[in-house]
Antibody
Framework: QVQLQESGPGLVKPSETLSLICTVSGGSISNYYWSWIRQPPGKGPEWIGSIHYSGNTNYNPSLKSRVTISVDTSKKQFSLKLSSVTAADTAVYFC?????????????????WGPGTLVTVSS | DIHMTQSPSSLSASVGDRVTITCRANQSIKKYLNWYQQKPGKAPKLLIYAASSLQSGVPSRFRSSGSETDFTLTISSLQPEDFATYYCQQSYSIPWTFGQGTKVEIK
């Protein structure tokens, strides 16, 4: 059973960089895309970006200028860096696996999630 | 960005009721539509992918249909463990986007 676990500071000061790591266990990190998703209090989830185990990335254009996602396959970890944070970046941050299903085309979804970690941006 | 709109935002229902939630996209997303269930303090859980395919382990009382812009999630007989918030999500184009959620509460 694949398990994901987020780790990192729960409090970040405005203008600083938010850094989180997701550790994957119970399965291979290879052959999948791995994603970061956040959810502000009381709101719906927002996809931040995804990374393939090979290093290929896709980012949400609304955050692209501030986001870096990287992967370390030897440690079975991938990480998120979000720079120049403001109070609007306060949210629960989830890491997730992008699963896929193929018939004539490929369908993608988030099938395994970490429990999430609350990151508060405040001085 | 593709905007996903769910209705209603919340509903009250009783155990055993049939519940229907609607998700509408502001452009065609063919069948690139997923449904998730989220309970308080927990991560979302995948219920349905590709508009109508039931994720392994999800009870058959959860059904979904639709294509292009209009989709429906139906719970045929609401169970106590189904009280939660439900989100739709499109995977047709980046950025992948979610609906604002539908909260199913106990009447």
């Amino acid at each position: 059973q694949v398990q994901l676990q987020e780790s990192g500071p729960g409090l970040v000061k405005p203008s600083e960089t938010l850094s989180l790591i997701c550790t994957v266990s119970g399965g291979s990190i290879s052959n999948y895309y791995w994603s970061w998703i956040r959810q502000p209090p009381g709101k719906g989830p927002e996809w931040i970006g995804s990374i393939h185990y090979s290093g290929n990335t896709n980012y949400n254009p609304s955050l692209k200028s501030r986001v870096t996602i990287s992967v370390d396959t030897s440690k079975k970890q991938f990480s998120l860096k979000l720079s120049s944070v403001t109070a609007a970046d306060t949210a629960v941050y989830f890491c997730a696996r992008r699963g896929s299903y193929y018939d004539t085309v490929g369908y993608y979804y988030f099938d395994y999630w970490g429990p999430g970690t609350l990151v508060t941006v405040s001085s | 960005d593709i905007h996903m709109t769910q209705s209603p935002s919340s509903l009250s229902a009783s155990v055993g009721d049939r519940v229907t939630i609607t998700c509408r996209a502001n452009q065609s997303i063919k069948k690139y539509l997923n449904w998730y269930q989220q309970k308080p303090g927990k991560a979302p859980k995948l219920l349905i992918y590709a508009a109508s395919s039931l994720q392994s382990g999800v009870p058959s009382r959860f059904r979904s249909s639709g294509s292009e812009t209009d989709f429906t999630l139906t719970i045929s007989s609401l169970q106590p463990e189904d009280f939660a918030t439900y989100y739709c999500q499109q995977s047709y184009s980046i950025p992948w986007t979610f609906g604002q959620g539908t909260k199913v509460e106990i009447k």
